[in-house]
């Protein structure tokens, strides 16, 4: 069973930079892929980024490549999200997740989420 809490979530202004954390609790953190996801209120759950175990691949949502950039410390049992040049549409609860073997970018493949936390983008 793998516990994660994410953190980092609040409001800025559009054009302002962001980081979120999701430390996981157990002792294999590096066998698990991670994957960070967005829900807005009505909407299915978006892909945004996800890494694998060693954090030596990375795959990225269409709707934030280039601005934004998921790594890992294992060491830490933490994954990060820097978000860069945000958006108003990028307002929306943001959601840890993993999942044990490969990466993947699929949200029905993570088995253990995070409770998420707010972003909100002001224009």
């Known amino acids: 069973q793998v516990q994660l809490v994410e953190s980092g979530g609040g409001l800025v202004q559009a054009g302002d930079s962001l980081r979120l954390s999701c430390t996981a609790s157990?002792?294999?953190?590096?066998?698990?892929?991670m994957g960070w996801f967005r829900q807005a209120p009505g909407k299915e759950r978006e892909f945004v980024g996800s890494?694998?175990?060693?954090?030596?691949?990375?795959y990225y949502g269409d709707s934030v490549k280039g601005r934004f950039t998921i790594s890992r410390d294992n060491a830490k049992n933490t994954v990060y999200l820097q978000m860069n040049s945000l958006k108003p549409e990028d307002t929306t609860v943001y959601y840890c997740?993993?999942?044990?073997?490969?990466?993947?970018?699929?949200?029905?493949?993570?088995?253990?989420w995070g409770q998420g936390t707010q972003v909100t983008v002001s224009s």
């Open positions: 997740a993993a999942k044990r073997g490969i990466v993947s970018v699929t949200p029905t493949r993570f088995d253990y």
């Open positions: 157990g002792r294999t953190f590096s066998s698990y892929a």
């Open positions: 890494i694998s175990g060693s954090g030596g691949t990375t």
